[in-house]
């Protein structure tokens, strides 16, 4: 995976809420642009989560990337 699949994501006008997988079976949401930080080397990025949690993800780790529906990210964080 490239930084510049995850800018395009990033850049994505409306944006749209994604799910970064990684490796080991962990997945990573992108629920808003403000919740994730590039690193200038273009190595790794940093999400953190509504909790104040962060996961700073190196890239060559990152399998997919999934791009959700706002409806779907709407019913989720109605169904929590």
Do not use: C, W
Request: hydrophobic share 40%; no cysteine; aromatic share 8%.
């Amino acid at each position: 995976m490239t930084i510049d699949q995850i800018r395009t994501l990033y850049d994505a006008q409306p944006f749209q809420p994604f799910i970064i997988h990684l490796a080991d079976g962990r997945q990573i949401p992108v629920e808003h642009r403000e919740f994730m930080a590039r690193a200038p080397s273009g190595r790794t990025v940093t999400v953190y989560g509504a909790d104040d949690s962060a996961h700073i993800i190196d890239l060559l780790l990152v399998t997919d990337l999934e791009i959700r529906s706002p409806k779907d990210a709407f019913r989720k964080r109605r169904n929590s």
